[in-house]
């Protein structure tokens, strides 16, 4: 159980079947009922949630269940073609390395579907959000604020590293550009970044990216229009370089 859930606990009695029961309640009765802390609600929240992707999960046996998303450290998922495409591509790179291993830097959906499709390659999810630490030994804490303030083992260690940076901002993607060069193994990795369209020119800047032909879409419809970029020309896969 998580820390959200018990907080749910504490001030509701969940019922263990999937049938909310609402008892009948006079007028009278009401300045007896309980309420509910903004913390117990948001909590209750994320456990329905929850409850619902694993349900989803469940009927779909090619689903991956999630997290609930938290807008407050702008977290969008992926939907599952973009998952599952993205994922597909770094499994295809792996394939072609002798000794494969992948950062996935705040991006926890293709984490989640890489280790679905190809889960003996060794992955590593950098992520703020300690929900993931249910990952044991494959999440490390990230704060794109600290961009190198990471083990020492993670240094230089990393031939596809894979990064979705948590704001459309410049500051944002200079810092986790930082952690891409510390990440990965010099001369010989891959780069794939998810970001906005506005990104376009600083990403080629800072990281020498061009944009590719698909793209990726989240589960929530954002406004923005998000773009992949790699380091290295993908042929005919992702819809190639745009020109």
Not at 4 to 10: D, K, L, M, P, S
């Amino acid at each position: 159980m998580t820390s959200a859930e018990a907080n749910v606990g504490e001030e509701l009695e969940i019922p263990e079947s999937n049938t909310v029961v609402v008892n009948d309640v006079s007028e009278d009765d009401d300045d007896d009922l309980p309420m509910l802390s903004s913390q117990a609600i948001e909590a209750l929240k994320e456990l329905i949630a929850k409850q619902d992707r694993e349900l989803a999960a469940a009927d779909d046996p090619e689903e991956v269940a999630l997290v609930a998303e938290d807008w407050r450290l702008s977290q969008f998922w992926y939907d599952r073609q973009t998952a599952e495409t993205i994922a597909a591509e770094v499994a295809t790179l792996c394939d072609t390395l002798s000794s494969p291993r992948v950062s996935c830097i705040a991006c926890p959906t293709l984490y989640a579907y890489l280790k679905k499709i190809a889960p003996g390659v060794p992955a590593q999810l950098l992520e703020f959000d300690k929900r993931f630490e249910q990952y044991g030994t494959e999440f490390t804490f990230y704060d794109y604020n600290q961009p190198e303030d990471l083990p020492s083992a993670l240094k230089h260690s990393f031939s596809v590293v894979v990064a979705d940076p948590p704001y459309l901002s410049k500051e944002c993607l200079e810092k986790v550009a930082e952690t891409i060069r510390f990440l990965s193994r010099p001369g010989e990795s891959y780069l794939l970044l998810l970001t906005g369209e506005v990104q376009k020119d600083l990403a080629a800047e800072l990281l020498g990216l061009r944009p590719c032909g698909f793209r990726p879409q989240h589960s929530s419809k954002l406004g923005n229009e998000f773009r992949l970029f790699t380091s290295y020309d993908p042929g005919a896969r992702l819809g190639g370089w745009d020109n």
